[in-house]
């Protein structure tokens, strides 16, 4: 199977800490792939470096076989991305802020006002679509992040924790529109720290730990009988609160 994308010791440091310490990361194309790991394990370092917004110290990316330093252009026209503390133009509308991101893809104008009507209608955004960014929501903008990504019909669509802060009704809208994606062969790649959704969602798992991909493959072959869950907490040693720790917490001294 083509793969999606693809890294070879891909490596970034800041200062004396290895951010990411030679990743291979590997998702084949039309999986609806998860990247997990703990706090600071490099999940938004390394897709900041594979979608081009973080030059890498070591180590390349590919997306659909080309470069992502070398091609730039070729990758950037095949890419959605739904980055981690988004940064939106405020004072548009929702509808603006659609048709901006239509015009920067080089989309005909009638055919960008026909998509953005529909991703604002499919992600009940219909009724703001005329109030200024700066006034939606945490969960709306999420949501118009995500319709502005998926505007230009991307082959690869990356996001950092796409549903913190959405509510879940709009999650299952999320989650259908994703999954419509990736059946007609075109590929997500998301962070999480969510086990339960990753699980629910995604065909194809990558673990990281310190910098290091730990286990990567199809969702069953990670989970190998376990629980993702689990398997997580072996995989990168989840520390268990002994009794010993915190032995404060909780108690009440009679007086
Ligand atoms: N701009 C930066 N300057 C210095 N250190 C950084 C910077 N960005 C990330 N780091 C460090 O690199 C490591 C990886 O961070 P990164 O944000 O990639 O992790 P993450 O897996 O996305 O974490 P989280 O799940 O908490 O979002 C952490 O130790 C972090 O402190």
Redesign the pocket.
């Known amino acids: 199977m083509k793969d999606a994308v693809r890294t070879t010791g891909l490596f970034?440091r800041?200062?004396a800490?290895v951010?990411?310490a030679g990743v291979d990361l590997v998702v084949p194309a039309g999986s609806f792939a998860g990247l997990v790991?703990?706090?600071?394990?490099?999940?938004?370092?390394?897709l900041?470096m594979i979608t081009g917004l973080l030059r890498p110290d070591g180590g390349h990316a590919e997306i659909d076989g080309f470069h992502v330093w070398r091609d730039p252009v070729e990758v950037k026209a095949r890419i959605g991305v739904l980055p981690?503390g988004l940064r939106l133009f405020e004072r548009l509308s929702g509808r603006e802020l659609l048709l901006y991101n239509g015009r920067l893809r080089g989309i005909p104008k009638a055919e960008a006002e026909r998509r953005a009507a529909d991703l604002l209608q499919v992600m009940d955004l219909a009724d703001a679509a005329d109030k200024l960014v700066v006034d939606y929501s945490t969960g709306m903008r999420k949501k118009i992040g995500l319709a502005a990504a998926l505007l230009h019909n991307p082959s690869v669509l990356f996001l950092?924790?796409p549903f913190e802060g959405v509510d879940p009704v709009s999650a299952n809208t999320l989650t259908e529109v994703l999954r419509g994606f990736t059946a007609s062969g075109s590929t997500v790649i998301f962070?999480s720290?969510v086990m339960d959704l990753v699980e629910r969602l995604c065909d194809w798992v990558s673990v990281?730990d310190r910098?290091h991909i730990v286990a990567q493959g199809p969702l069953e072959r990670v989970r190998a009988g376990r629980s993702l869950n689990e398997a997580f907490l072996e995989l990168v040693g989840g520390t268990r609160t002994g009794e010993s720790q915190l032995s404060w917490l909780g108690r009440r001294d009679e007086p």
């Open positions: 970034k800041y200062g800490q951010a990411v790991g703990p706090n600071g394990a490099g999940k938004t370092t390394t900041s981690e950092d924790e962070s720290h990281m910098g």
